[in-house]
């Protein structure tokens, strides 16, 4: 990640710092890769460390360490590497539809030796949408935030979710709920390297299955009106279903259209499962 945000493009006039957290402040490589790295990168880099482990308390160290001093707070996973105008992309945008928030796509790298199916499925990969499309939620791998937002709303990440996941949706979802608008830009390029461990058809559906589980405890606790569980029990049932659809078309259509019937009941499942409250703790040994 940090290789490319050496060749990125920065807006004018803008004055940038990358922020690197490290929740395992045994681990003295951060500070090795940043050290070597301090004459390449586009503006001053710092290393905080962060004791709490799990994945909202690096996150919430960040927003506080910059929230004061900065205009906005960019956010990319430590496995991503960006395009070279990844920033300034993500900057216009958010100055030209008044935004508060603005997200970008998100391409699946799959390595030289990566499954080819998966690959040419598109089951890592974003969906497109034209830039200046309104979104509900955003993920932090490619993401831009007005810091005034967060200072007026004191919105932070939920460390309810730093343990078992979902906790961009949330926070984003309780972002959209607060007033703050959040908007695609298509143009806005990050790339994701996937492990060889992750490309597998197991791998894939397990984590649909958690998605849905999470996406039932965020839509309980950002909507939480008495219809919402029957709501979701209902959306369960209607994935699996439309899941078996696909699954049995894909008997003659081929693996990758019986791969998304899984997906789809995958999803369902988690999602009756996040119901009943019924969510594996993925990141328990990181938390």
């Not at 955003?138 to 939920?158: K, V």
């Not at 197991?202 to 299955?209: D, F, N, P, S």
């Amino acid at each position: 990640m940090l290789r490319s945000l050496s060749g990125i493009a920065v807006p004018r006039e803008a004055s940038v710092a990358v922020v690197v957290v490290n929740n395992d402040p045994s681990d003295g490589r951060p500070v090795r890769v940043a050290d070597s790295m301090r004459t390449c990168l586009p503006g001053r880099i710092v290393v905080i460390d962060e004791p709490r482990r799990g994945l909202t308390a690096p996150r919430n160290r960040a927003i506080e360490h910059v929230i004061d001093d900065f205009d906005a707070i960019a956010f990319v996973d430590d496995d991503g590497s960006v395009a070279p105008d990844w920033l300034v992309r993500l900057d216009e945008a958010l100055e030209r539809f008044g935004a508060d928030a603005v997200t970008g796509p998100v391409t699946a790298d799959l390595g030289e030796d990566g499954v080819a199916w998966i690959d040419a499925g598109g089951f890592f990969d974003s969906p497109a949408r034209p830039t200046g499309t309104s979104l509900r939620h955003a993920f932090t791998h490619n993401a831009m935030i007005r810091c005034a937002f967060l200072r007026r709303t004191g919105l932070r990440f939920d460390d309810r979710f730093g343990g078992i996941g979902g906790e961009d949706t949330h926070f984003f979802r309780r972002f959209t709920a607060s007033g703050g608008r959040i908007v695609w830009v298509q143009e806005a390029m990050v790339t994701d390297h996937v492990p060889a461990e992750r490309q597998s058809e197991e791998w894939i559906l397990y984590r649909q299955r958690r998605t849905g589980a999470t996406t039932a405890l965020i839509e309980g606790d950002v909507d939480g009106g008495v219809l919402t569980r029957p709501r979701l029990m209902l959306r369960g049932i209607a994935a699996g279903a439309l899941g078996a659809v696909l699954w049995t078309a894909g008997l003659a259509a081929g693996r990758r259209l019986r791969l998304r019937g899984r997906i789809w009941l995958a999803w369902g499942r988690g999602l009756l499962e996040g119901v009943c409250g019924r969510v594996e703790p993925e990141y328990a040994s990181r938390a």
